[in-house]
């Protein structure tokens, strides 16, 4: 079962998990367009890691961006079939991304759930997610529906039983340890756009400290800096040489507090579902066992205001 969490707007979240396998398998009979090579899938915050998802299950043949990035540069859209990602379709950075490359990208598509939003009147072309967007919601939903949207587009979906990518993350959700210092997330190619999601939820739901690193990356920065107060959990997808179980090795034998969540399931679409539902549940388990009654981002005082004022 997904625990019940106390509150009106927790509880709802675990319902919207509970519910996703059904939705997402509605979706993906959906007619999607079929992105060229060298398309641009641009997104910020959870829709940033649905873009990366795209640019490592095409194994490179499509280009993932920040969206104010491309809007500095507009030129790298020239000729190129761009894909902005907004559940909103009202974020400024993405709105000064389609206005900057029209005219210079062969063709814009917004990957929205607002059909008549702004960043829809701006492109060419809608796909829009199958939900009703609330404003100041955490994304569950909406992020795996963004994520299913982008791997269809890209041309790489495979096969996906969802609902045996969750009953699996249901047995793995308690492999994630939740630090009083930083919690790190780790993972190679796939895995790591799950990463950075895991650590996304990890600051809106729990507001607690948390950093997504490549697999790689992580022995070469942040491990200089690991504290004894800190937690690694590492994605085993998606990792060939079996670094995430060298390193645990490695920092268990310095009793460090690290774990493996491991592979789960039939089809790199299926292993990367697998690891979404995983940070999710986890996540959900920690605000259970910390009697939370809203997700943290609802609680932040100005900083939500700060964040309003810089996103919209």
Do not use: W
Not at 133 to 161: M, T, W
């Amino acid at each position: 079962m997904i625990r019940a969490v106390t509150g009106e707007m927790m509880n709802a979240l675990v319902e919207e998990a509970r519910g996703e396998p059904e939705v997402l398998e509605r979706f993906s009979r959906s007619k999607f367009p079929k992105a060229r090579a060298g398309s641009i899938f641009v997104g910020a915050g959870d829709s940033y890691a649905a873009a990366l998802a795209g640019f490592y299950a095409a194994r490179g043949r499509h280009i993932a961006l920040d969206p104010y990035a491309l809007g500095s540069a507009p030129g790298m859209a020239r000729g190129r079939d761009v894909f902005l990602i907004s559940v909103s379709g009202k974020t400024a950075s993405n709105l000064g991304a389609a206005r900057s490359v029209a005219g210079s990208a062969r063709r814009m598509t917004a990957i929205t759930a607002v059909a008549d939003s702004e960043l829809a009147r701006l492109t060419d072309a809608t796909v829009r997610l199958p939900m009703a967007y609330a404003p100041r919601r955490a994304g569950l939903l909406s992020f795996s529906l963004s994520l299913l949207a982008v791997l269809k587009i890209a041309g790489v979906a495979e096969r996906c039983d969802f609902a045996s990518a969750l009953e699996r993350a249901r047995r793995d959700r308690g492999k994630i340890s939740m630090a009083p210092g930083t919690t790190y997330f780790l993972g190679n190619s796939l895995a790591y756009p799950a990463a950075l999601y895991a650590a996304a939820k990890t600051y809106e739901l729990l507001g607690a400290t948390a950093h997504a690193e490549l697999l790689e990356e992580f022995s070469h920065m942040e491990l200089f800096s690991m504290r004894r107060s800190d937690s690694v959990n590492v994605f085993a997808s998606f990792d060939p040489a079996d670094a995430s179980g060298k390193l645990r090795s490695a920092l268990a034998g310095q009793g460090y507090d690290v774990s493996v969540i491991p592979d789960g399931g039939a089809t790199d679409e299926e292993r990367l579902f697998h690891a979404v539902f995983v940070a999710q549940l986890a996540v959900l388990d920690e605000a259970k066992r910390q009697g939370l009654s809203e997700p943290s981002f609802m609680t932040s005082g100005g900083r939500l205001g700060v964040s309003d004022s810089m996103i919209y």
